[in-house]
């Protein structure tokens, strides 16, 4: 493992990005951290086990707030996640998926959403989804943080996953970071952790933009995602017959549909349909069978592109 170089002074967030072989997205991904507006911030860039010339180009950056680790072998997102914890000296730890990509006064919000909500362990915003060009597909709400922690004993409810997420450091060291054990539902199994003991804060304005293409984590490993979730409903004790749990489902066959798995994604709606008595998946699922367009969900909001994100746009297709 190497690191260099590091700030003389502790910043108020340590942001941790983890990495393996997506130079391209990782960069455009980091522009848009050294990017945050009002904020003393170190950035912690894991490459883990990249075979790629990550760690050169990284080398190239010239921004003493950035350090980089640097793991010869994967040890897999929460294994990375935990390195940059362990290396962190903010207050707050920010996470950061290399490929999503942060609004510039990101981390000034959610800190200031911190301050106003007394005793919050842990910020969440709103979130924009996004396709491959950056073209917005829809917006997904922030919950009320009462709301998320209800909403935690069905399904993930924070938007965007971990990218979105400002936590206090002490508290997630507190709870011995992300379980290395889980490759696709640590997150979700990190905010169950939190909420055990502090309450979050939500930022209602889209401050993330969670880009979904082909590489998008949860289209590489699907079939583990069933097992995972047998082990945080025993670990928990989620309420996996609720009918609320049938969004885990839904999520489940949103990433085997984005990976162009037409049949599973409409199994696994039928099953749900079928377990949770839902008509309306089950006409979704006979829609993938019959090879049409999903229905798309009449609450669903589509706003224009904020201007950072427009930016950000025009810069990745010149």
């Given amino acids: 493992m190497a690191l260099w170089p590091s700030m003389p002074a502790a910043p108020a967030v340590t942001v941790v990005i983890p990495t393996r072989n997506r130079r391209e997205l990782l960069l455009r991904t980091l522009s848009t951290a050294l990017a945050q507006q009002a904020v003393e911030l170190e950035i912690v ?16 950056v010239a921004d003493p707030r ?5 793991h010869e072998t994967s040890k897999g997102m929460a294994g990375a996640r935990n390195a940059g914890i362990d290396a962190a000296r ?9 490929d999503d990509l942060w609004a510039p006064t990101k981390l000034a919000r959610q800190i200031a959403a911190a301050d106003a909500a007394a005793a919050a362990g842990f ?10 060009e950056l073209a917005v597909r829809h917006l997904e709400p922030a919950p009320e943080p009462h709301r998320a922690i209800r909403a935690l004993r069905f399904f993930n409810p924070i938007p965007a996953g971990a990218s979105n997420v400002l936590a206090r450091t002490e508290l997630v060291r507190a709870v011995g970071g992300f379980d290395e054990s889980l490759k696709q539902l640590a997150d979700w199994d990190m905010w169950l952790r939190l909420t ?12 993330v933009a969670y880009v979904q293409h082909g590489g ?6 699907p079939s583990v995602i069933a097992r995972e979730h047998r082990v945080l409903v025993a670990k928990h004790g989620l309420q996996a ?20 798995r037409r049949g599973r994604a409409a199994l696994e709606l039928a099953r749900a349909a079928l377990r949770f008595r839902s008509p309306p998946d089950l006409r979704q699922a006979a829609r993938l069978l ?6 798309p969900d009449a609450a669903a909001q589509r706003p224009p592109a904020p201007d950072w994100l427009r930016a950000l746009a025009e810069r990745s297709a010149g």
């Fill in 45 to 60: 860039v894991v490459a883990d086990g990249s075979e790629d010339d990550t760690v050169e180009q990284l080398r190239r």
């Fill in 241 to 260: 017959s609720a009918p609320e749990a049938i969004w885990f489902w839904r999520w489940v066959a949103g990433g085997h549909l984005a990976a162009d």
């Fill in 290 to 295: 019959a090879g049409r367009a999903p229905q």
């Fill in 123 to 132: 910020v969440y915003s709103a979130a924009l989804h996004v396709g491959p």
């Fill in 90 to 98: 903010g207050n707050w730890l920010a996470f950061l998926d290399d």
């Fill in 216 to 221: 998008t984590q949860r289209r590489v490993l």
């Fill in 196 to 207: 055990q003991s502090v309450r979050p804060a939500a930022c209602p304005e889209p401050l």
């Fill in 66 to 70: 950035l350090v980089v680790l640097a």
